[in-house]
């Protein structure tokens, strides 16, 4: 997906040759977090916070009069979520960089994320000393993700992946079942009564599996599907 852990970007104080200060917003639900940022970010002289925010309506109404370079956006905040705030400004604001700031792990978030254009989606337990860093990154055109989110990334499209070449064979979610009960050594016979099915229906299931995987016998299934990844 293009993404590099934040862990790896090598510190540095330098900005983008057109930039003075980075501009950054902050745009979260907790005034107490609010506040830590700010303070953690005024103590880097290449780094500005130009605004606050407490939740998405009012980012937008900001945005919409002033300019920012990176914005920090949480994603549980009343109203709008932050992953509605992100699809919005990147339609609006397409040279804005934006960083997931947030709690949550979660898997369908960071996949959505990921698809809303997001610059970097890391966790609030990022160290005081790599979220300068990440910020910088992304100014230079980087794209960051927690070191903690990356295998569950990767093993979400690992599964789309997969999921899609099922449906590109056409198999059904049963006949993966056949399949997986064939590789555990089920006869015809085990077969039918797993899925109670008549004998004559249990060979032409497995007709019908051979014939979309394009084998000819019923080891070569389990070998085709097991090459796939999908047993």
Same mark, same amino acid.
């Given at each position: 997906?293009?993404?590099?852990?934040?862990?790896?970007?090598?510190?540095?104080?330098?900005?983008? !040759? !057109?930039?003075?200060?980075?501009?950054?917003?902050?745009?979260?639900?907790?005034?107490?977090? $609010?506040?830590?940022?700010?303070?953690?970010?005024?103590?880097?002289?290449?780094?500005?916070?130009?605004?606050?925010?407490?939740?998405?309506?009012?980012?937008?109404?900001?945005?919409?009069?002033?300019?920012?370079?990176?914005?920090?956006?949480?994603?549980?905040?009343?109203?709008?979520?932050?992953?509605?705030?992100?699809? $919005?400004?990147?339609?609006?604001?397409?040279?804005?960089?934006?960083?997931?700031?947030?709690?949550?792990? !979660?898997?369908?978030?960071? $996949?959505e994320a990921l698809e809303a254009g997001v610059s970097g989606f890391l966790l609030k337990s990022v160290s005081h000393e790599r979220l300068p860093d990440s910020?910088?990154?992304?100014?230079?055109?980087?794209?960051? *993700?927690?070191? /903690?989110?990356?295998?569950?990334?990767?093993?979400?499209?690992?599964? *789309?992946?997969?999921?899609?070449?099922?449906?590109?064979?056409? *198999?059904?979610?049963?006949?993966?079942?056949?399949?997986? /009960?064939?590789?555990?050594?089920?006869?015809?016979? !085990?077969?039918?009564?797993?899925?109670?099915?008549?004998?004559a229906t249990t060979k032409r299931r497995l007709q019908e599996i051979m014939g979309k995987l394009g084998v000819s016998s019923r080891a070569?299934?389990?070998?085709?599907?097991?090459? $796939?990844?999908?047993?």
């Amino acid at each position: 997906c293009g993404f590099l852990p934040a862990h790896r970007r090598r510190r540095s104080s330098a900005v983008a !040759d !057109d930039h003075g200060q980075i501009r950054v917003f902050i745009v979260d639900d907790h005034p107490v977090v $609010r506040h830590g940022l700010h303070s953690l970010l005024a103590g880097y002289s290449d780094l500005e916070v130009v605004g606050e925010a407490g939740d998405g309506a009012e980012a937008l109404s900001w945005l919409a009069g002033n300019e920012a370079d990176v914005l920090l956006l949480d994603i549980q905040m009343k109203g709008q979520s932050g992953l509605d705030v992100a699809r $919005r400004l990147r339609r609006s604001h397409p040279s804005l960089r934006i960083v997931i700031l947030t709690t949550y792990d !979660d898997e369908t978030y960071v $996949r959505e994320a990921l698809e809303a254009g997001v610059s970097g989606f890391l966790l609030k337990s990022v160290s005081h000393e790599r979220l300068p860093d990440s910020i910088r990154a992304v100014m230079r055109g980087e794209k960051l *993700l927690s070191p /903690a989110l990356i295998s569950t990334v990767v093993a979400g499209y690992q599964q *789309l992946a997969q999921d899609q070449a099922v449906r590109e064979v056409g *198999l059904t979610a049963e006949e993966l079942q056949v399949l997986a /009960a064939v590789a555990e050594g089920a006869g015809n016979k !085990d077969l039918a009564e797993q899925f109670f099915w008549s004998e004559a229906t249990t060979k032409r299931r497995l007709q019908e599996i051979m014939g979309k995987l394009g084998v000819s016998s019923r080891a070569q299934a389990v070998a085709e599907a097991a090459r $796939r990844g999908w047993i």
